[in-house]
């Protein structure tokens, strides 16, 4: 990103020159492994990105409040008078909702000229979501002077996401953006929200992130499924075990399920949230023991137990992953995210990289017809701000 040029852009359309905004960052994330815990009260390994979303902003005196991105052509134009509603024009709603987070808090949120530009890609299962969010927060915390921690602001970046923009989603996205650490991934624990930075060292190896571009229809309808799905198992299992949440389990308990679950569905959804759990806490281990040989094995399983179990990947994911593990210096591949589209990531040793790019874009496309993207990350810093 290109400072000057953002600051032009920002002049271009708020003018005067003589008031300079301030500059945030907020960065996307990966999740090395633990998907689809988060809700249940697991575990999730997930890192901050390079790539993210930039603000800039300032105080403008008055009641106004207008909203700008470099990525869409959808600017907003709003009075700054109690709480806001939802809009059609759907980025709007991750900084709105923020806002009304704030000004429940009893924070005065006074007029602001916002400019935003992501270079995470949308919708695709990297947060660009929270991303816009954590940074309108981190961006109001400090031109308001509200004195938030950041587990504050991630609670409520979450909230917003739930109720304002009406996406059922954990907690793992909000902290990922939130507390990364350069060169880290976050061991979290998402039902006592203890965490641990933990060095992320790949040596030879690479972070390779595959977008497959596939559009991503009725993500939240199913992800709101499984979340029932889970709930239900929980019910179920209660004559077992008094538990609160599928994470209060581990490996042996699964053999006494189907007593207690006899849908196969059900049983299969608890069955990937135990096993899940199961891979992050040896994961964890074995990436401090820089074992990275057994880490990629534990990617491979989660992807099987991610098709397989809780069925949220699709011919787009599966080819990304199931061609990527043929290909020479592959490590590990899995999903990342949601699922039923966005991305995968895999570790490849790095003299490897740009072949397996390269193969893998071309039998990609042959068997679905799409044209994937590829990033090379490193893993950056949670939200904050930056020198203008
Ligand atoms: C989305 C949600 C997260 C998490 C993942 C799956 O990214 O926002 O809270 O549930 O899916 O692990």
Not at 41 to 49: E, I, K, R
Not at 312 to 323: A, Q, S
Request: charge should be negative; proline fraction near 3%; glycine fraction near 8%.
């Amino acid at each position: 990103m290109n400072k000057r040029h953002f600051s032009e852009k920002f002049y271009e359309k708020y003018g005067n020159r003589n008031d300079r905004p301030v500059l945030f960052f907020s960065p996307g994330r990966v999740n090395l492994i633990g998907e689809h815990t988060d809700y249940n009260g697991g575990f999730v390994l997930p890192c901050a990105l390079n790539y993210g979303t930039y603000l800039l902003l300032r105080k403008t005196g008055s009641k106004l409040l207008r909203l700008s991105t470099l990525n869409f052509n959808e600017d907003e134009e709003l009075a700054v008078d109690g709480l806001f509603i939802k809009k059609a024009k759907s980025w709007i709603n991750y900084p709105l909702g923020v806002m009304n987070e704030f000004i429940k808090k009893g924070i005065d949120i006074s007029g602001l000229d916002l400019l935003y530009y992501g270079d995470v890609p949308n919708a695709a299962g990297l947060s660009s979501s929270a991303s816009i969010e954590m940074v309108t927060a981190v961006a109001l915390n400090e031109l308001f002077s509200a004195g938030l921690s950041t587990l504050e602001m991630v609670k409520m970046c979450q909230k917003a996401e739930n109720e304002f923009v009406g996406m059922n989603c954990g907690i793992m996205d909000q902290f990922a953006v939130g507390f990364g650490k350069k060169d880290h991934a976050i061991f979290l624990n998402c039902d006592t929200l203890d965490y641990e930075n933990v060095p992320v060292i790949l040596e030879e190896c690479s972070l390779i992130i595959t977008n497959t571009n596939k559009k991503r229809g009725l993500t939240d309808s199913k992800y709101n499924e499984r979340r029932s799905e889970c709930e239900k198992a929980v019910e179920l299992l209660q004559s077992y075990k008094a538990v609160r949440n599928l994470s209060e389990l581990n490996v042996t308990d699964l053999p006494h399920l189907p007593e207690y679950i006899h849908d196969p569905v059900v049983l299969k959804r608890a069955k990937h949230v135990i096993s899940e759990n199961d891979r992050v806490l040896e994961a964890v281990k074995v990436l401090k023991g820089n074992n990275l040989a057994r880490f990629g094995e534990l990617m491979n399983l989660s992807h099987d137990s991610l098709r397989d179990d809780y069925e949220v990947t699709g011919i787009e994911l599966d080819t990304l992953v199931y061609e990527g593990r043929k290909l020479p210096g592959v490590i590990g591949t899995r999903m990342t995210g949601a699922g039923f589209g966005g991305c995968t990531v895999s570790i490849v040793k790095t003299k490897d990289t740009k072949d397996f790019m390269a193969k893998l874009a071309r039998i990609y496309t042959e068997i679905t017809g799409l044209i994937p993207d590829f990033y090379q990350p490193a893993i950056g810093n949670g939200a904050g701000k930056l020198p203008c």
